[in-house]
Every structure is written in structure tokens, then in C-alpha cells.
């Protein structure tokens, strides 16, 4: 019997502040930690640190009240005439507080002038000025601090939502955005045939969700338009007819795209996508999955041509096998490092998610920079891959250099599938540094060219499933198109929807050749979504000697989590009582190497629910094993390994036996030490044998 392992892993999230406009007016109030990636206390040291957080408003909102209350601690040691912190919003100080070491608690409210704020990102700037006496000081000295209170401190916005009067397809970048807000809500109304505006609602959610970028979209889905949502109709001009203006209807020719108010209330959109035939409405959806595609400022456009292969965005460039590649293929441009304290140079990659390349091979990157003179010998640049750290590059010339084609090995061992990130972190120091001497920081500069190289070394597409973890950083291997979609009840179509705009997201482009289909084909890969009780009917049984769906939940069921629970919960959580409010993911092999993926839950409402909190970044990331079950939250997730592995992809028989000794070196530790055992003997027999020839 398996045992489940729990999972109570950190709470991780970024925050977009402002809500969607669902109300007349909003007051949002969160701790400053939350616009912290790793959420923790904010230490300014030395004789000057500066920290900066940042948090959006949203275009659709009007911010009428911002302020932020601060709570910190400074050091007792602090010299009270030179020492304050500043506080800055987006570049322009609002606040001066001194700090004293005959009060080193300070707690206050700052009211932040709403005209300093933009739609956008906008900067909170913690700047302290330290110091310690009048006289020479070490700028570095551990008595100069100040610790802000992030989980005490707090950011306050009141909000209202904008009215849409006349909204322009141009608009569609303010209207679906990340900084919208931080959870996504749109409403799907398809009224035409419900035997093929499947795939229609499936491109049109990818469209939202690649719109959304990192932000979790929950989709609902009907035949008619709510008056508490954005909408997408998409439909034949004859079955979107009864639900929008006579002016847009008259201006639908070819492919259409166009955007009116919802009539009953303004603060909310209607995108309509349709058509004079299938082929129309389909080229009007491949246009709006096209985020690089023009859409001009007005209300309606309509798009006689465009190709499915343009829907590709390349958000996520995949570094391919054998590959060469200039910095600036992926995205970056010269810049120049300065200072005690400079920003790291952080590049983001991706590689595909069955990428597979020998141990021994390596990363190359060939650099191009610069640095400058009067740095002492210790300064370096240490180079990181996916946050461990690889290589440094010693700066111990007093005079500068230049280099071109200089060579860094990173071991291929240390990419990740799907999303890499490679940084070059500064560490320079001037090189007089003496007590009571000007120290000088100026030629403390860094320059990394973006003519410079990165190669990737001869690789094979080969990896093992199932594997959700794999699957909820990449998709695989449900990103590739061709997928069919198998449901329980037409009810479930608002579930497949979310969870296929998840999969966008992560995959960073849409999957095309999405079709519903109602028994699961040998030869694709499949997407298994209902309730229990419909679903088991409609999914293959795993090869011979692996556990069916319908043994799965049983065994699952026997493990759920019962701590803490009355008698009524255990209850609804034994084997007799199925799932309870839990839902559950599983991956397992299929016909032909397919993978099948079946997420179920009790009923459809649960599972509707259940999917809806699962695409949020904090449950999607926390998927592991080949079956996870979940609720609302984190900590009442619990995953297992209940299937055998499968491999997909092809290998040679030196490759697979590499590839086996990369994942289980132990396996061949183990086999090494049996040969070397076996010799000994036969070695041992040999001499005996030999011995007894010359004592004849």
C-alpha cells in the first residue's frame, strides 16, 4: 500500500491589487508583503539602503484614496540629526521620517497623492540614510539599520469602477489585463450548436487566459449574457443576433470582431466574435488568439484572412537541441551594472518540457562585456542558474578589460523543463575602501553586451510519465495540439474551458486542434472531465496490471486527510462516502502512448468549484505524483504515485540506458557493484583453478 504524502508548501502568489469592477466602489487593504515575491521583513543597511516594492492599478478603476501605514524599527545606535528614511512614489519623495535612537519605534499613516499614481506598475521606494557619528564612519557597519514591518504595514486603496461608454477593440489590452485584477471572471455565451461551438469556446478562452498572462481565469459558460460579467459571444451572425446591439449586427461581414457595453450595465463589455459560416467565425477567433495582430480603435473590425500558424506569440521562446542563441533572441539589450548595490541581470528561457541531454554535456555561454578600473581583486559577477549557483567571473584587472567570446560550461543537468532563469549578479568593490577615505563608486560599472552567445548542447525528446509536477510547469504533454476533450455532461463545458485557458497560459501560446469528443480515441492524448459517476463509463481502463479509474478512487479515498475533523466529516471522507468536497487530478498512460488526464469530483458543481481554485498559482503549482486531490487551499492538498511509468519519446539503447542512470544512478550503482562482485568471484575461481593445475 502507498502511502499519500501532504503537502504544506509556502503560500506563493503575486498579487495584482485591484479587484475586478463588480461593485460601485472597492476599499482594498493588504499587507506590503504581498507585493513581495518572497514575502519577508525589509532590512535597510549600511549608511544607505533602498528598497522597492511595486503594485498595480488597474485601467478599468479610479483610484479616489491611497495611503500606506508604516510600521518599522530602527537601530538604537543611530545618530539622530543625519538619519531618515525617505519615501518616494514613482520617483518623487512624499514623505521624510527621521529616525531616532531615542524612539526607534515609529508607526504612521502616509496618504499618497492619487495624481502621482498611473495605470500600470507603480513604485513604493524605502530609501534610508544612516549614520552613526559626525565624525569617519564604516558605511557598512552592523549598527547601521532600519527593519520595516512588512505583514504590519499596510497599502490601502479605495476604488471605482470606470464606465465603458464607447469601447474600442483597441481597448482590449486595458480591458483584459493583468492589471485588472487577481482573480479573472469572464462569461462565455455560445448560442449556436452545442455539437461544435465546443472548440469555438475553447479558442476563445485561450484568447482570455493568454490576455491574463499569470492572473487565474474562472470561466462560466451559457447560451444567454449575465449582467455581472465580461462577455464573449461567439457564435453564426444568426445565433449572436437576439444578444447584441442592431448596429453591431448590421456591421458583421466576413470574420468579425467587435465590443460594445453590456446594455444593462456599463461597467462591463461584450466582445462579440462571428461570421457569416464556420470558416468566418474560426478565422475571427484565430485573430483574436494573435496577440501581436493589430486591432485598431474602434468598435468592430472585419478580418477576411489570417492563418493558424500566425496565432503562435513566441511569449515563450523554446530553446531548441543543438541550438545557437544571441542574448538578444531572448529579449535582452546592453546594459551597463553600477554601483555597491546594482539590480542582477536576470534572463528567462525556456526549454521543452521532454528535453533530455546527457549529463556530461554542457550550456555554453560565449560573453561579451566589459568592466571597468579601480575595482579591487575580489570583485566578481556570480552567475546563477534557476537560483543555484554556477560559475563566477573574477573582475581582478585594476586597469578594466574588455572580453569577447569569453566561455562559461553550465552543466545541462542544471536546466529545468519549461521556464529557466539565468542571472548575473555584480559583487563590486572599489578599491580603496579605508576608514576616512572618499570612497569612490563611480567606475563600480558592469557591461553585459546582448551580442552575446548561448548554446545548447545536442539533446533528445524523452521523458517519463505521468507527472503532474511536469505537467503544471509545462502542460505536457497535453501543449502540443491535437487534444480531445471528453466530458461527462454538457455541464462541465465552464470546467474544460478554465482549465484549457490554464493551459495557455503556462504554455505561453494556444493549443490548437481542440475537439470534444464522446469516447476517448487510442491515438491522442485526452482531457477526462466530469463527475465521477459520468466520467467512469467514458475513460479507458490503464493497461493490463495497472489500477483503473474507478480502483483509483477508492484507494485514493482511503487516504484522504482526516485530521482535525468531527465524525461527520470523516464520514463524508471514507471510502463509503466517495470524494466529498474534494476534487481530483489523475494522469496514466492511454492507448499508444497517449497520456490521459481525468480531473473529477463528486458532482459537477463541486468540480466547477474544485477547478476553479486549482488554476490559481498557488494550488496549480503545488501538483505533484501522477494524482493529487485538493480543496480550497494549499494545506488540503495531498498527492501519491499509484501508476507505473511510461516513457514518451525515442531513445537508442545507450541513450535509454543513460537516461535510466541519470534518474536512478542508485539502479546502476547497484548493478556496478553486482559486476564487480561476479568478477571477483570468477577471479577468485581462476587463481583457485590455476593453483590447483601447478600443485598437480
Known sequence: MKQIHSIFTPLFVLLALLASPNIQASTHTLPINKLMETPESV????????????FPVSP?????????????????????????????????????????????????????????????????????????????????????????????????????????????????????????????????????????????????????????????????ESTSLPNDSDSIIVGLKKEVAPLISKATLNSIQNGFLGIEPLSNNKKYFVLVVSGNTDEEVTTALYSLLNLNFPLPDTPSLNVTKITQESTN???????????HYLLTDLGYKTKTLSGFIATPIALEFWVPADFYSYDGNVVQLKLHFAYGAGLRKDSVININLNDNFE????????????????????????????????????????????????????????????????????????????????FGKTGFPFNNGDL????????????????????????????????????????????????????????????????????????????????????????????????????????FEGKNGTTQLAVTAANSGILENRINHLVDSSLWSALKGDTTIWKETRDLMAWQKTMPTYNVGKLGFIGKAGYMASKKPWVWIMLVIGLILLLSSVLRKKVSHFKSSNNR
Open 60 to 220: 478599468r478603476n479610479q483610484v479616489e484614496k491611497a495611503q500606506l501605514h508604516l510600521e518599522l524599527t530602527n537601530s538604537l545606535s543611530l545618530l539622530e540629526k543625519r538619519s531618515q528614511l525617505n519615501i518616494s512614489l514613482n520617483g518623487k519623495i512624499i514623505t521624510q521620517i527621521p529616525l531616532k535612537a531615542t524612539a526607534p519605534e515609529v508607526e504612521l499613516d502616509i496618504d499618497l497623492p492619487t495624481d502621482l499614481l498611473r495605470v500600470g506598475y507603480n513604485e513604493i521606494r524605502f530609501s534610508a540614510i544612516l549614520h552613526y557619528t559626525l565624525d569617519c564612519e564604516d558605511p557598512s557597519s552592523p549598527e547601521l539599520w532600519t527593519q520595516i514591518d512588512t505583514d504590519r504595514s499596510l497599502l490601502k486603496l479605495e476604488t471605482s469602477p470606470k464606465t465603458l461608454e464607447k469601447p474600442t477593440l483597441a481597448q482590449l489590452q486595458d480591458l483584459i489585463t493583468p492589471l485588472a485584477t487577481n482573480q479573472a471572471k469572464l462569461h462565455l455565451a455560445l448560442p449556436g450548436d452545442i455539437s461544435k461551438n465546443f472548440a469555438w469556446g475553447a479558442l476563445a478562452a485561450q484568447s482570455v487566459g493568454l490576455r491574463y498572462k499569470y492572473i487565474p481565469v474562472n470561466i462560466t
Open 43 to 54: 532590512w535597510l543597511k549600511g549608511s544607505y539602503g533602498s528598497k522597492a516594492l511595486f
Open 484 to 587: 480531445q476533450v471528453v466530458l461527462g455532461a454538457n455541464e462541465n463545458r465552464a470546467a474544460a474551458f478554465t482549465l484549457v485557458s490554464k493551459l495557455a497560459q503556462i504554455s505561453g501560446n494556444p493549443i490548437t486542434g481542440i475537439e470534444q469528443v464522446s469516447k476517448a480515441s487510442v491515438s491522442k492524448n485526452t482531457l477526462l472531465i466530469g463527475s465521477v459517476e459520468t466520467l467512469l463509463p467514458l475513460a479507458y481502463k490503464a493497461p493490463a496490471g495497472v489500477l483503473s479509474v474507478e480502483k483509483l478512487f477508492t484507494q485514493i479515498n482511503s487516504y484522504m486527510p482526516k485530521q482535525n475533523q468531527t465524525s461527520a466529516t470523516q464520514t463524508q471522507n471514507s471510502p463509503q462516502g466517495g470524494l466529498g468536497n474534494y476534487g481530483l487530478i489523475s494522469m
Open 313 to 323: 506569440n513566441k511569449r515563450n521562446l523554446l530553446l531548441e537541441a543543438s541550438g
Open 391 to 470: 560559475k563566477g567571473i573574477l573582475l581582478n584587472s585594476e586597469e578594466g578589460a574588455s572580453f569577447r567570446d569569453y566561455r562559461i560550461d553550465l552543466p545541462v543537468r542544471s536546466l529545468v523543463p519549461g521556464k529557466n532563469t539565468l542571472t548575473f549578479q555584480p559583487e563590486m568593490v572599489p578599491l580603496l575602501t579605508d576608514r576616512c577615505t572618499y570612497i569612490q563608486d563611480a567606475n563600480l560599472l558592469f557591461t553585459l553586451y546582448d551580442d552575446s552567445e548561448l548554446i545548447i548542447p545536442p539533446a533528445n525528446h524523452y521523458v517519463s510519465l505521468p507527472n503532474l509536477e511536469l
